[in-house]
Each structure stands twice: as structure tokens, then as C-alpha cells.
């Protein structure tokens, strides 16, 4: 069965840093555009960072940009999202999906991801 999986997510005090990472062995990740979403409890899933197939173009959410980076590792089918500065607001579930085309036209896009991981749970407390 075709799926992403992810990694990485625990608990951390605010102020702290985490890295996720995101891999495959069902498909060739280098394809495609890869996006992190995330999800707190009673709300919406909403996207949080896009990156396009080359690793070249990315996109944030204004709440995360300058303290999130999305990266890949073409060679080892890995994206990954580096969060540092952790805040109790970006508490949740956080999941990676992979992108029917090679590009992001923003961190909230939500066409055409058709390949999802099952998450990874983010607690930001003291």
C-alpha cells in the first residue's frame, strides 16, 4: 500500500526545536511537490509549508515563516520540516502528502495531493 510516513514529532518545551521528516519507499518522492499540514484539536486541517519537486520554491504560512524550513533530500526520498522556536499554538497533528504535480502554488494549497502519511503528533508545552 502506497503511503508517506512520517517522523520526528514528541513533546517539547516552547521555545524548542524539532525536525520531521517524511519518506517513502512506494514512490519516487523526487517527482513530485510535497506539503506539510497540520491539524490541533476542534479545527481544520490547513497547510503549513509546500516545497516544489527540485527542493528549489517554497512557501509558509505567515505564522511559521521565519521559525519553520522545509527541505528535501531527493537522494533519500526525504522531506523534511525543521521547526524551530516552537510556540504552544502549533500543537498538532502533522502530516505530509505528496503532490500530483512538481510544484506549490502556495503553503495552503490543497488540490491534487493525493498521497498522505498517517502523522506525527507536535506538543509544544511547559
Known amino acids: 500500500q502506497l503511503q508517506l510516513v512520517e517522523s520526528g514529532g514528541g513533546l517539547v518545551q516552547p521555545g524548542g526545536s524539532l525536525r520531521l521528516s517524511c519518506t517513502t519507499s512506494g514512490i519516487h518522492l523526487p517527482y513530485f511537490a510535497v506539503g506539510w499540514f497540520r491539524q490541533a484539536p476542534g479545527k481544520e486541517r490547513e497547510g503549513v509549508s509546500c516545497?516544489?519537486?527540485?527542493?528549489?520554491?517554497?512557501n509558509y504560512i505567515d505564522s511559521v515563516k521565519g521559525r519553520f524550513t522545509i527541505s528535501r533530500d531527493n537522494a533519500k526520498n526525504t522531506v523534511f520540516l525543521q521547526m524551530n522556536s516552537l510556540k504552544p499554538g502549533d500543537t498538532a497533528f502533522y502530516y505530509c502528502a505528496s503532490r500530483s504535480v512538481p510544484y506549490c502554488e502556495s503553503a495552503t494549497e490543497r488540490d491534487d495531493f493525493g498521497l498522505w502519511g498517517q502523522g506525527t503528533q507536535v506538543t509544544v508545552a511547559s
Open positions: 516545497i516544489s519537486n527540485s527542493g528549489e520554491s517554497t
